[in-house]
């Protein structure tokens, strides 16, 4: 279970469901070539990232490299999370609308909507009428860190400060309206999470995808919609490789006993199903097997080799940019030295020939 199906994937698992749903194959290729336009649209993958980065300084690399691992901050992608990272948003909810994993979806941190209207547009293509997308968020950016109850976040990114992180929610809707997705299937909780999600009226979720990047915005949304995510359904995690995020994650699986087994899809992003491990336990044979244990270490192992290889390349790029950086002050500061001493000397000069001049003129006038 990779999460991350290509449209020929898609399209051939499309097939096979609809033999049994008597639904003709053309619809079914519609839908899967309607899904993976509305997902390559989103990210601006149609045009190759053209758009760029709002954070080039941090990220020079090419735009389509990142927005494939969704690192960058896209000028103008409606969002910031990347190809795979989408990817594995469509398995998880096309498979819980195979499933019948009964339940709502929600996003908790939208920014320009993207994922959430990603979601939506699914539901569309799959003539979903009774499940609805919740899209939380303040709309207004991240809340400051609350370093009392919540040391790690303020030792964090201070994320309250990028102005780039406030979408407004008319912007977001704006959004939504472009691609014809804006209807009463979906819902707009506007407002910090501790404040909107304890009175949310959400009944069941199917898919439940966490991307607020602070422990304080983690939590809240897993203490307040966990519970509420149907068995089968998916949890999904945008922001594994931030210390807060992950500190957050572990310790509540930690609190709740969760041992659903964590799968990940990228470089920072992990998700798991719920009930898993309960079902793994019974069924016959299953993943308790020695040979599916050693299957799965050497696939975590593998998963971890390439995202440790990623981060050195990553980390390698920073500190080259740290250095270019570094040299770059120091020249703009030999310079600056080197233009004060040229003052200095030039008004020297000056004084020293203007001295020359009144003693010229003293000796002149001297009687
Ligand atoms: C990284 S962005 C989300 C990216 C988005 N999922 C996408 O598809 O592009 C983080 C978002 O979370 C929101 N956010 C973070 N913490 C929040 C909180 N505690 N309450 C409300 N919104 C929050 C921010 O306003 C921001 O829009």
Redesign the pocket.
Known sequence: MTGTATYAETAETNSQADQGESQSAPDSELRARYIDLLRETLTMSLWNAADGNQMEAMFPAHGAALREDGRDWPKLA????GVKRMKNLQFCVEDVIARGVPGDFI??????????IFMRGILAAYGERDRKVWV????????PPDAEKYPVDAAGIA?HLYPQ???PMEEVQANFRSYGLLDDQVVMLK????D?LPHAEIDKLAVL?L????Y??TM?ALTNLYSKLSDGGYLIV??YAIPACSEAINDFREAYGITDPMEVIDWTGVYWQKGSAKKRALEPDSGDSETALTDRYTKLFMDHERIAQENRLHALTISRLQAQNLATANELAAVRSSRSLRYVAKVRGSLASANRIKSRLIRKNQP
């Open positions: 409606h969002t910031m999370t996003e908790t941190g939208v920014w320009r909507g993207g994922s959430c939380a968020d303040s709309f207004e950016g991240l809340p994320f992180l406030a979408i407002g910090f999470f501790k909107t995808r991307d607020g990047d602070m304080e915005s809240d945008d922001d």
